[in-house]
């Protein structure tokens, strides 16, 4: 599976272009970098043929920018369904965009679950509720090649933080638990540098950062 690794300027999280026949972003950034986004995607993939955002959760420096990636490109926005209702109605609070003074629209966003799969074309990924950061938090999972999309819940050397609005320290423990059961190769993080070839090591060590053995 290749995945193009857009790296975050300012306050945006990482974005990641998953390639295939039907190309799948995950996450939007704060909306300030768009045009600049959609020149990247545009001269990777065919953005005619990407029709998938993926959000890994409710935040606005994963979420800011949906509203003009999923008008310009054409493409439905999926979020797990207990993040789905404050990003859809546009909640400035519950998407913590009033904490950088911004706000966003209102959105048509497709609910999804665990268990729920997106497929490329050539590759499938497995959403995985990680929540702990935020309670609809997820990780996009492809078994085949063991790449491991983790959103805001495991980060290089460290996890996202759990003292936002409907985070939970004992759920993100869980929740890296959870992903430790599974064998991973390479982390890609919503924010900060990938982990390649050594993603077993990293949830170790994220267990260990949350006091887990």
Not at 26 to 49: M, N, P
Not at 70 to 89: C, P, Q, T, Y
Not at 133 to 148: A, P, Q
Request: aromatic share 8%.
């Amino acid at each position: 599976m290749t995945i193009r690794f857009l790296p975050g300027k300012g306050y945006d999280c990482n974005l990641y272009l998953i390639e295939g026949r039907d190309p799948i972003l995950v996450d939007t950034g704060t909306g300030q970098y768009t045009d600049s986004i959609i020149k990247s995607i545009a001269s990777l993939v065919d953005s005619e043929r990407l029709r998938t955002i993926v959000l890994t959760h409710r935040h606005y420096d994963h979420v800011g920018g949906a509203s003009s990636l999923m008008k310009s490109l054409g493409a439905r926005v999926f979020i797990h369904e207990l993040d789905a209702e404050v990003v859809g109605n546009g909640d400035s609070w519950g998407t913590m965009s009033a904490m950088f003074s911004k706000s966003i629209d209102a959105i048509e966003v497709v609910s999804i679950k665990a268990g729920h799969m997106f497929s490329t074309g050539d590759h499938k990924l497995k959403v995985m509720h990680t929540p702990g950061h935020s309670i609809g938090s997820i990780c996009l999972y492809d078994e085949s090649t063991k790449d491991l999309i983790s959103g805001d819940t495991v980060f290089i050397g460290g996890v996202g933080r759990w003292d936002l609005p409907s985070g939970d320290f004992d759920a993100l423990v869980r929740s890296v638990h959870r992903l430790r059961e599974l064998d991973i190769r390479n982390i890609y993080p919503g924010h900060g540098p990938c982990g390649i070839g050594n993603g077993n090591e990293q949830i170790a060590e994220a267990l260990s950062y949350l006091g887990e053995t």
